[in-house]
């Protein structure tokens, strides 16, 4: 899924695949992303970030892929399990400051 | 990771009133700390920023009296929604750095329901 707007696009995925969440960003100056995943009713928790002199950074289960040329980042979650299901968001920030833009997030819905 | 609490978590309130969120920091000192509002199925939307000892920065749209933020030390910040109207229910977010920090981290949200 890609985030688009407010809308929020939904990924369905079977517990066990792995799981690609993808996000655009517009501002080239941007050169630290962070991914975060929010609960129904809960405040968004950091997952993983990178900077943009990475293309790749890799975490438990999760890895996240930068490429800058045409402004993606994805977030790759392996063995995807129920715990996973959520509302992901990535978000931006230049080196100006510390003010995160958000992306408009996707739904990971993990089927049992 | 850091642990960013806030109070209180849910609160039902009659238009009109004014009611009070805070947003604190318990493990760090947060020299930065942000406000966010979120509708249903929608994504975050900043409304201010705030610094320690300073006036908060609001975002265009964001009234400012209407919305009274206070970062008074460097583990508390505040919000209060005056003469709160239906239309203010919400799901309302802090989050907070620390100095030389990129990262934000969140508070668990409070819902904000306004009759």
């Known amino acids: 899924g890609e985030s688009v707007g407010l809308h929020l696009p939904t990924l369905s995925v079977q517990e066990g695949d792995n799981s690609i969440i993808n996000c655009a960003y517009s501002?080239?100056?941007?050169?630290?992303f962070i991914w975060y995943k929010q609960e129904s009713g809960k405040g968004p928790q950091f997952i993983i970030d990178?900077?943009?002199?990475?293309d790749k950074r890799q975490g438990q289960r999760v890895t996240v892929l930068l490429n800058k040329t045409v402004k993606h980042l994805s977030l790759q979650i392996a063995a995807t399990q129920p715990g996973d299901s959520a509302v992901y968001f990535c978000a931006e920030t230049d080196n100006a400051g510390n003010m995160l833009t958000f992306g408009g997030g996707t739904r990971l819905m993990v089927k049992p | 990771g850091a642990v960013v609490s806030q109070h209180p978590s849910r609160v039902i309130c009659k238009s009109g009133t004014s009611v009070k969120i805070e947003c604190r920091s318990l493990d760090f000192q947060a020299t930065t700390m942000f406000w966010y509002r979120q509708f249903p199925k929608q994504s975050l939307m900043l409304m201010a920023t705030s610094n320690e000892g300073s006036k908060a920065t609001y975002e265009q749209g964001v009234e400012k009296d209407k919305f009274l933020i206070n970062h008074a030390s460097l583990t508390l910040s505040t919000l209060t929604v005056t003469s709160a109207h239906p239309e203010d229910s919400s799901f309302y977010i802090c989050?907070?750095?620390?100095?030389?920090?990129?990262?934000?981290?969140f508070g668990p949200g409070t819902r904000l329901t306004v009759t």
């Open positions: 990178i900077r943009s002199n990475m």
């Open positions: 989050s907070a750095s620390g100095q030389g920090l990129r990262k934000q981290y």
């Open positions: 501002n080239s100056a941007s050169d630290y």
